[in-house]
């Protein structure tokens, strides 16, 4: 399993592009394998003839064994097969689940640690029992899918390796049962809740959960809001509007002048633009700032390299290609990695203010609400002026109360005086 992307720790075979005990040359694309970041098409490093290891919808740990490229004759090593496609030591019978409860998960044999979604889905083989006595084996997920449904084991067929019965097995299995007189297989209905509809999370959303779970329970937070006066960024963004149709390309969105105003605001304060870790800071020399990209199944967060060295155009140019590139599912993993610090914004759907969860390792991550007209004091007098608010998420063991205030405010002064943005 071939490490995609920096945080990348296990990675799902989607499928498998390249045939199984054909020759394949250097560069030719053998799987779709799903990571953290995105879906990416693995190509081969050398030519050879692929045997495949893994199957299918296996999820395994970067550096597991997934296939081999053989030589022209060669044989693969007898000893090379990971423990899910060999055979079955004897072993003593586990305890059945009781009250609807899991067995306690089996310590890793080797002495490593296993990841969370590696050991539900892959490296625990439990046992089930069905109506003849013998013993089937079957994946968590897959137990529960059937109990819920109201299916046996018993009476599935599994088709995962060495007959382990697997999700779609037990999906299958529902859908023949819909069709069987009109049966309707769904989760036991609650009498307040009604019918609940089980939705599996895919790769993405699963380690996303994950990596926010870690951040909330981790990382000491703290927040400072403030509003800032955008009356000024409006006017230079009508006039970079005029610009950008005698250029006949896109005019820099609000979004792209707060990306350049972090950007130097990051390279004012490196503390911002760091990291802790193992008991120091780690600043780093390159401002990469990601932007928080929707789609209709995750958030997705592309980086903008050296935000700080490039113009207004060309930071706009780039956050629309990237933004692109995730909709339609281009989007790399080397193009989600390497993010120093964060902006989300939620503006465009009408939020005024709201906070956001630092993407660790970063030490703060900033969220922008709406620019609206306010009605404030200006110059003594009550008046209505475009206003946004700001709200940035710390780290509070690398940046402290001071540290954040002084770098929110550096922003806030060149978003009122966004000229500073375009020299």
């Avoid at 053989?70 to 044989?75: F, K, W």
């Avoid at 959303?205 to 329970?217: D, F, P, V």
């Avoid at 707060?258 to 008991?279: E, F, M, Q, S």
Wanted: aromatic content about 4%.
């Amino acid at each position: 399993m071939p490490r995609l992307s920096d945080s990348m720790e296990q990675g799902t075979i989607v499928r498998w592009i390249a045939k199984d005990r054909e020759p394949v040359q250097r560069g030719d694309p053998l799987a779709e394998i799903e990571t953290d970041k995105a879906s990416v098409v693995y190509e081969a490093d050398h030519g050879g003839v692929l045997e495949r290891v893994a199957s299918e919808g296996d999820t395994l740990p970067v550096g597991a064994l997934i296939a081999h490229l053989l030589e022209e004759g060669e044989q693969a090593p007898s000893d090379a097969a990971p423990r899910e496609h060999a055979p079955r030591e004897p072993e003593a019978r586990e305890p059945e689940p009781r009250d609807g409860r899991e067995p306690p998960e089996p310590e890793p044999r080797d002495g490593r640690e296993t990841p969370a979604v590696e050991a539900q889905e892959h490296e625990e083989q439990e046992q089930a029992r069905g109506d003849g006595g013998a013993r089937r084996r079957s994946s968590p997920l897959a137990r529960r899918l059937a109990s819920e449904a109201g299916i046996a084991l018993s009476q599935i067929q599994g088709s995962g390796p060495g007959g382990r019965i697997v999700k779609a097995d037990v999906q299958q299995a529902m859908q023949r049962a819909q069709e069987d007189e009109g049966g309707r297989v769904a989760p036991r209905p609650s009498p307040i809740k009604g019918e609940a509809e089980t939705v599996q999370l895919t790769r993405t959303q699963e380690l996303i959960a994950r990596r926010m779970a870690e951040a909330k329970a981790t990382i000491p937070e703290f927040t400072l809001q403030s509003e800032v006066d955008m009356e000024a960024a409006v006017a230079v963004r009508d006039q970079l509007k005029v610009i950008a149709q005698e250029r006949a390309t896109a005019a820099p969105s609000f979004n792209d002048l707060i990306v350049k105003a972090c950007a130097l605001a990051l390279r004012r304060h490196p503390k911002a633009n760091g990291t802790y870790r193992d008991g120091a800071f780690h600043l780093h020399s390159a401002v990469n700032i990601g932007i928080a990209v929707a789609t209709a199944e995750a958030l997705l967060v592309p980086v903008i390299r050296d935000a700080d060295r490039l113009s207004i155009w060309e930071i706009a140019s780039e956050s629309r290609r990237l933004a692109g590139a995730v909709r339609d599912r281009s989007i790399t993993p080397p193009q989600l990695s390497g993010g120093t610090f964060s902006v989300s914004n939620l503006g465009m759907y009408g939020v005024e203010a709201f906070t956001a969860v630092i993407n660790p390792p970063q030490a703060a991550i900033l969220a922008v609400g709406a620019v609206s007209q306010r009605a404030v004091v200006h110059d003594g007098e009550l008046a209505a002026r475009h206003r946004m608010t700001v709200t940035l998420s710390c780290d509070h063991r690398i940046l402290y109360g001071a540290d954040a205030a002084e770098f929110l405010g550096f922003i806030k002064d060149l978003l009122a005086q966004p000229l500073r943005l375009l020299v």
